[in-house]
């Protein structure tokens, strides 16, 4: 059994949402599942995990949020060698023309390491079409 941590930021509930889903269909597969909001994660939470999704808004066409999210995931850059391969999905809410803060967040998260094998990134607000998507994500996430 896989043991996958997902960690997010929410603050409007889009993200909660295609959080929850995410740890929906990773249970789906058998996967046990580690959910938390940022505020309540710890590194242990990372390392101990086969995988891992993280999900966050964009404040910008280049930022993700940078109060609580960024300085955690920027902690990860010191256990490169320990998460090194661990599959990654990345999803996010954006509300503007450009979701180039994503590639940023994708080079970013490989250079920490991890191998991001998807990402999701909703413009405006979540469909029914997003929610099926996060939970094919978690899918490949649990393989």
């Given at each position: 059994m896989k043991k996958?941590?997902?960690?997010?930021?929410?603050?409007?509930?889009?993200?909660?949402?295609?959080a929850n889903k995410m740890a929906e269909g990773a249970?789906?597969?058998g996967a046990n599942v580690n959910l938390k909001h940022v505020a309540d994660a710890t590194i242990e939470d990372v390392l101990e995990a086969d995988c891992l999704a993280f999900g966050c808004p964009a404040l910008d066409a280049t930022k993700i949020e940078q109060e609580e999210m960024r300085p955690f995931l920027q902690q990860l850059e010191s256990f490169k060698d320990q998460n090194e391969n661990k599959n990654c999905i990345l999803f996010a809410t954006y509300g503007w023309i450009d979701n180039s803060f994503m590639k940023i967040w994708k080079d970013e998260m490989s250079s920490y390491g991890f191998n991001?094998?998807?990402?999701?990134?909703?413009k405006d607000s979540i469909t029914k079409k997003h929610s099926?998507?996060?939970m094919n994500l978690s899918k490949q996430l649990v393989k």
């Open positions: 996958v941590s997902i960690i997010y930021w929410s603050c409007g509930g889009n993200i909660e949402i295609l249970r789906e597969q991001v094998i998807g990402d999701l990134a909703v099926s998507m996060i």
